[in-house]
């Protein structure tokens, strides 16, 4: 999106409707499809948006061409590209202008989006390493921006870590000395130190300290974490090494970007560093390794950083955040019960809050273009809890997310629910209403809350914009508002991390199934499985059972898999004691202005574990052989799920609290890897990141969910106590999933699969 990508020659002939763009973005290479999903789930789908330094108009006509209602408008600094991109990319909606984007290019107040594409260093780098001067840029470009507009900047991050690391290179990858393109990674490193320069070292080279490695061919590096992210970030950039050695990518670091945007107004929607796959495993692993001085391995830099910010008014909230919190023996918003296990005794804790828990996502065609209504900017503090916790991703919250149009009501009548609920919180009058679809139940978080989910589709007439006033039904500053959405983009954008609600995901491919929509190519990390040899004869679909024999279906006859037999394995217990496993908190939650005044100051209940952090891993283990892929699944008893349906069995997808001990997302592979192990039995071969990380229930908990497929070796399957169940039953029986931890990892296998 920046003058760094690649040029394409595209046709310059206008497309045809949404579907031949999505055909279009489907041909796009993946990290460009990465770019642009990153961003465009957060724009609005009407309006005009600045992509800032265009360069060669590639990145900006792609996003041209993914909204017609959108006006595209490139800037870039230098007269030629822009008459190159003027050229080679048009499109009704998309046009280039010359312009320096640390200036003021537009009137005050004329855009709703600002998109800097790995463009902001190029600021600091020409201007003396001045990180000054992208402030200024920051300044200039928010005056331009429309209240309720949005600023996005994919650029480089200053890692967090410390001070000084390990840096291990290998010697034996190329030559000693010669040509840049021959050299060994060690010996580049030589070149980078004498030539790079940057505002930590702006007048000679890179301190290190060479020494002696514990790694067979390989030289230890002793630096800054700072230089040693730069070299990584660039050392597969040899043809335009020239050009490269004179940028500083690392400028700001996550806290300062955060600060930056709270100072200016500007409302945090999501901040976190990025780790491209492709870029992991074909450039970081096995290609260096980065340690404390302890030789406490480190996660990789990041090898990119999103920051999105929103607009707001003078006296508007720019973020939530705790201020304090206590544990609470008797909860008074939300319920503790326990249950205790028939069988083996053990005792489950569960928190619940009163009444029924609706969400609804209203819809509407535009043309052949689905759009859904969701709520944005709903202030949602809990997602800000524990800030002294490890969130594995990095990931930052103003606490200000965006999600499903939701309520908990107390009624008997489900459709008059939903009418109010539209009615109040998004200000749908009933002549507005087309259909209401029956509803979906299924449960947030089963394991520790007690909550069943009434998800509800509604499709609502189509309104050339909507933008209605809302009351404020919140205890802060604004219930923020509706705004449209592609569904499509939604779904991208929670493949690489830039939507994070896992309700809003659901109804959207519940929505997209229900109208045999495309849900569009999957953009996370591929999922590529190996088959596998495994002795199976005669039969069209398989099902690998946990009884040590593989059970072989044809069709459609077996479908019932999923159909757990009933039990009621549970009997209600007291909490005699005390929660042991759960620990009810109230928290003081604090919403402050972009001048740091307090305008609300509000108590909220939720629940955390008392022994594990605030992430859960979700894991779907899976099999290919010559025959289709297998998805293991596990038949659970839960408390939560005998509570509503006097059941306690249900079919879920492994999963697990994290401990705490476990402080990034890169240790995440070795722990599945040792609990498939010990708990399942399976061997696992490879690890694939599922999309990314959600949460489940943003109202009761700050838990983190995060997704992985796993390939298992067959041979292990039949002693396993998972039931494998071939893909193809799986998708044709989704309605039957009711743990949502399976639902979104079902979706997402089907959809990266391409099933």
């Known amino acids: ?54 360069g060669s108009g590639r990145g900006t006509f792609d996003l041209a061409s993914l909204y017609d209602g959108l006006e595209l408008v490139g800037v870039d600094v230098n007269p030629i590209s822009v008459e190159r991109a003027d050229e080679k990319f048009k499109r009704p909606n998309l046009s280039y202008i010359v312009g320096d984007i640390s200036q003021k290019v537009f009137p005050a107040n004329s855009l709703d989006g600002i998109l800097n594409s790995s463009v902001l260093h190029h600021v600091t780098s020409f201007n003396n390493f001045d990180a000054g001067r992208v402030l200024t840029t920051l300044d200039n470009q928010v005056a331009q921006l429309k209240l309720g507009g949005v600023i996005i900047i994919r650029d480089f991050v200053i890692p967090d870590g410390p001070g000084h690391v390990f840096l291990n290179l290998p010697l034996t990858d190329g030559a000693e000395s010669g040509e840049k393109s021959e050299l060994s990674t060690a010996a580049l490193f030589e070149v980078f130190a004498r030539e790079w320069r940057s505002s930590v070292n702006p007048h000679g080279p890179v301190p290190f300290e060479s020494l002696q490695s514990p790694r067979d061919g390989f030289v230890r590096l002793k630096l800054t974490l700072r230089a040693a992210a730069e070299f990584v970030l660039r ?24 600060a930056a945007f709270r100072a200016r107004g500007l409302r945090v929607v999501t901040s976190r560093p990025l780790w491209n796959p492709w870029i992991v495993q074909n450039r970081f692993e096995n290609k260096f390794y980065l340690t404390d001085l302890n030789d406490e391995p480190l996660p990789f830099p990041p090898t990119n950083y999103l920051i999105v910010g929103e607009k707001v008014g003078d006296g508007e909230g720019v973020e939530l955040r705790e ?38 996502l209203p819809w509407m065609e535009d043309g052949d273009q689905i759009l859904v209504l969701a709520k944005k900017d709903f202030p949602r503090p809990i997602v800000s809890a524990c800030a002294d916790e490890v969130r594995l991703a990095g990931a930052s919250l103003s606490g200000y997310i965006t999600e499903p149009i939701s309520a908990i009501v ?10 109010d609920v539209l009615r109040e919180r998004a200000n749908l009058a009933q002549e507005d209403l087309l259909s209401i679809d029956e509803p979906y139940l299924y449960y947030t978080s089963p394991g520790g809350i007690n909550e069943l989910v009434m998800a509800s589709l509604v499709q609502v007439r189509s309104f050339p914009a909507f933008d209605r006033p809302l009351l404020n039904y919140t205890s802060f500053r604004s219930a923020g508002t509706v705004r449209e959405l592609d569904a499509q983009q939604v779904l991208r954008a929670s493949h690489v991390g830039g939507m994070f609600d896992a309700r809003l995901e659901i109804s959207i491919y519940r929505l997209l199934d229900r109208l045999k929509r495309p849900r569009g190519p999957w953009i996370g990390a591929p999922v590529e ?6 002795q199976i004869d005669g039969a069209e679909d398989v099902v690998f059972r946990s009884d040590g024999h593989v059970v072989l279906t044809h069709g459609d006859a077996r479908d019932d898999v999923l159909l757990a037999a009933r039990r009621a394995a549970f009997e209600p217990c007291p909490l005699s004691t005390g929660p042991r ?16 005044d307090v ?4 108590p909220f209940e939720y629940v955390v574990p008392q022994k594990f952090g605030l992430s859960t891993v979700v894991v779907l283990p899976v099999v290919k052989t010559d025959r289709g892929v297998y998805a293991g699944v596990e038949l659970r008893d839960l408390s939560a799920v005998q509570t509503f349906t006097g059941s306690s ?18 240790e995440l592979p070795a722990f599945i890897a040792a609990a498939m192990r010990n708990e399942f039995a399976l061997t696992v071969r490879n690890t694939w990141e599922l999309g990314g990380p959600y949460f489940s229930s943003p109202g009761v908990t700050p838990e983190v969910a995060y997704p992985f497929v796993v390939e298992v070796e067959a041979n292990d399957v039949a002693s396993s106590p998972l039931h494998f169940v071939g893909c193809p039953t799986l998708t044709r029986n989704l309605d039957q999933i009711h743990d949502a931890h399976l639902l979104i990892t079902a979706y997402r296998l089907r959809h990266a699969l391409g099933l």
């Open 599 to 602: 305008v609300s100051e509000v």
């Open 323 to 360: 201020s304090q919190s206590t544990v609470l023996a008797a909860p008074k918003f939300l319920s503790l019960s326990a249950y205790r296990h028939k069988e083996t005794n053990d005792v489950f804790e569960l928190v619940e809050r009163p009444h029924q828990t609706i969400d609804i």
């Open 1 to 54: 999106m920046s003058a760094n990508d690649t040029e394409t020659t595209y046709d310059k002939q206008h497309r045809g409707g949404q579907a031949a763009y999505e055909s279009y973005f489907a041909g796009m290479d993946s990290s460009m499809r990465q770019k642009v999903a990153l961003t465009t789930a957060h724009f609005p789908v009407r309006g005009r948006i600045a992509d800032m330094g265009s």
């Open 581 to 596: 496993f759960l620990s009810v908190r109230e928290g003081t939650f604090v919403e402050r202005t972009q001048a740091g």
């Open 410 to 419: 107390e009624t008997s009548s489900y459709r008059e629910a939903v009418a």
């Open 649 to 666: 069995s249900i079919m879920s997808a492994p999963s697990w609290r994290v401990p705490r001990s476990v402080r990034n997302v890169s």
């Open 235 to 258: 050392k597969d950039y040899r043809a335009d090494w020239e050009t490269e050695v004179l940028e500083e990518y690392t400028y700001f670091s996550q806290a300062e970007f955060e």
């Open 529 to 534: 499985l190996s088959e596998q040899a495994v």
